[in-house]
Nanobody, 126 residues
Framework: QVQLVESGGGLAQPGGSLRLSCAAS????????IAWFRQAPGKEREGVSC????????YYASSVKGRFNIPRDNAKNILYLQMNNLKPEDTAVYYC???????????????????WGQGTQVTVSS
């Protein structure tokens, strides 16, 4: 059974850092395109970053580029979302998602992803 579980959310101060984890079971993360999304209260879910199985490239949304990165630990089958220089507008529920169908370069379109985690809350506030 394919399952994704996020963890690591919590409260951070503006300018601070948090590292989220996306642990996979039932499949190996490095075999598929994997993405991080987030959804703030009252807003639509938006893409944050994704990594492509085809060539290992990583894409970041402009709102997080230069502040976030997505290292992985293949031995543990975990993809991380390292968030630095956090801003109040980063407050959201963060989800990881897997595209187990396509093998093209990743894209931050929700409909491409067929497996989702339950999400983890990130709050950035002083």
């Amino acid at each position: 059974q394919v399952q994704l579980v996020e963890s690591g959310g919590g409260l951070a101060q503006p300018g601070g850092s948090l590292r989220l984890s996306c642990a996979a079971s039932g499949f190996t993360l490095d075999a598929y395109n994997i993405a991080w999304f987030r959804q703030a209260p009252g807003k639509e879910r938006e893409g944050v970053s994704c990594t492509s199985v085809r060539d290992g490239s990583v894409y970041y949304a402009s709102s997080v580029k230069g502040r976030f990165n997505i290292p992985r630990d293949n031995a543990k089958n975990i993809l991380y979302l390292q968030m630095n220089n956090l801003k109040p507008e980063d407050t959201a529920v963060y989800y990881c998602a897997a595209d187990t169908v396509r093998g093209y370069l990743c894209d931050l379109k929700l409909y491409l992803y067929d497996h989702w985690g339950q999400g983890t809350q990130v709050t950035v506030s002083s």
